[in-house]
């Protein structure tokens, strides 16, 4: 049984990696129950026919033959953490009857960020006694304490809970290798990793960008958070003026402040909404490079890798990588681009470098070999099976390598 705050048909984080997850799972032979809200991710509203989206309490057929059991979410208008927080409050609330019901499984799953989901997944495998796999997207709680999301005693609950559920799971799945070395500092033994990554054989591989170009073209797409500090993204286009442009694809928290600042230093910049599959790809195309960013003053992001990393790399884009730690490390071993300081005057000096060396921007087909051999989702998936399926009944695993 799978809980989690977002899924198919919503395009989501989430919903990415759990779609080919599950999809592999199928395949392999298991039955795999889902239970989130009705889809209405991001913006907090149903914006999709009720029969695609689905009805709260009731069963609904995913697109791998998966069951997919709809709890009821909370409407409510933007994207602020505290309305996230408390739709996801309400739906993790009531997932724990639905998750009650329908056939024992062999193991609850709880994917996070969402604490909520957490909680819900403590309670269900303690009420149906089965083993609970913890897995870990974000470095929860660090990444709650650099960002200072709660003060004082509520903090300190904050980080409490998410540490009692972890300590209690019985396997703690982490997406980086940094992270899961973290917990092992902190006792927990039962961690592994499972990283994020993509379906390969989906993704093209593109020609590289013209030797010759008017414009340089920078291109950013996902969230737009405090995690990212693209306001930097901005300032640099800003410096660097006429023949640059940047394209920010995407939506989050600080979206309309970003907005407003490039209106008013009259950056190049263009603004899109979220987009998908061959609107994502044109975007791509149009691109000399594509920034992965995360802000370089919290401590928990030394251990974080953006997941739009593997898909820059998979495509043949250059990368302009503001990060550090593990997603540093990353981009070097892949040969996919340039790590530059998290400042405006790096990112602007690395882009005209660039644009005046175009050569540089030709970054061959060794990211999309790293991705083959570490990022892969049917790759992933085995090696996620094999550990629940040890978790669960060891015996499981000797079927699994007849199977292949």
Known sequence: MLLTHSYWPEHSPPQRRWS??????????????????????????????????????????????????????????????????????????????????????????????????????????????????????????????????????????????????????????????????????????????????????AIPFLEPPAIVGEVFRALYLGNHGKSQRLDILIRASAILGENFHLTLVGHGTTRPQLVKLARELNAPVTFFPSLQGPEVLEKYREADTCVVSLRDDWKSFETTVPSKTYEVLAVGRHVTAIVRGEAERIILEAGGGDIVAANPEAVAKLWKELAADRSRLSSGASGREWVRENADYAQLAVKYMDYIASLVRPDLIEKQESRR
């Open 20 to 201: 080919s997850l599950t999809r592999e799972f199928r395949r392999a032979g298991w039955d795999v129950d889902v239970v989130a809200p009705v889809a209405h991710y991001p913006n907090g509203r149903r914006n999709l026919p009720r029969r695609q989206a689905g009805l709260a309490f009731s069963h609904q057929r995913g697109p791998h033959g998966e069951t997919i059991r709809r709890v009821p979410y909370l409407r409510h208008l933007g994207t602020s953490s505290l309305a996230r927080f408390v739709d996801q409050l309400y739906s993790a609330m009531l997932s724990i009857p639905v998750g009650i019901g329908g056939k024992k499984p062999d193991a609850i799953l709880a994917t996070a960020p969402s604490l909520p989901t957490l909680i819900t997944g403590y309670v269900l495998s303690r009420l149906r006694k089965v083993p609970l796999v913890v897995e870990m997207r974000d470095a929860w709680p660090d990444l709650a304490r650099d960002a200072r999301m709660v003060q004082g005693s509520v903090k300190s609950l904050v980080e409490r809970v998410v540490e009692f559920v972890q300590q209690r799971a019985d396997l703690v799945v982490t997406v980086t290798e940094g992270f899961a070395d973290t917990l092992r500092g902190r006792g927990l033994n039962n961690v592994v990793t499972v990283s994020n990554g993509l379906d390969l054989n």
